[in-house]
C-alpha cells in the first residue's frame, strides 16, 4: 500500500505561485511513475503532470511552461511547482502513485483569486 499526503495549497493571487508537495510512504517501490491531477468545479478529474522513475516529465498543455514537476527520491517526496498561476488554476490537487494499483492522496485545494 502507498500513502500520499498532499500539501501546499491555498489562495494565492492570480500571477502568483505555490509549491505542492506529496509525501509517499509504504510500498513505494517499484512504483512506475508519480503524477498530479486536478478537478476543478464542474470539470472531470484531468492530468496536470506525471513524472516516471527515470525522471521523465509530462505535462498538460494548460499548464505546460508554467508549472514544473520535480522529485526528491531520497524525501520521497514529489513537487508541482506552479507559476503564473490563473484563476482556471483553481481546483483540488491529487497526488497519483501508479503501481499495479493507483494510488491517490486527499487532496489540496489551490485557490486562485482574480
Known amino acids: 500500500q502507498v500513502h500520499l499526503v498532499e500539501s501546499g495549497g491555498g489562495l494565492v493571487q492570480a500571477g502568483g505561485s505555490l509549491r505542492l508537495s506529496c509525501a509517499a510512504s509504504?510500498?513505494?517501490?517499484?512504483?512506475?511513475?508519480m503524477g498530479w491531477y486536478r478537478q476543478a468545479p464542474g470539470k472531470q478529474r484531468e492530468l496536470v503532470a506525471t513524472i516516471t522513475s527515470g525522471g521523465s516529465t509530462n505535462y498538460a498543455d494548460s499548464v505546460k511552461g508554467r508549472f514544473t514537476i520535480s522529485r526528491d527520491n531520497a524525501k520521497n517526496t514529489v513537487y508541482l511547482q506552479m507559476n503564473s498561476l490563473k484563476p482556471e488554476d483553481t481546483a483540488v490537487y491529487y497526488c497519483n502513485a501508479q503501481k499495479i494499483y493507483d494510488y491517490w492522496g486527499q487532496g489540496t485545494q489551490v485557490t486562485v483569486s482574480s
Open positions: 509504504g510500498s513505494i517501490f517499484s512504483v512506475i511513475a
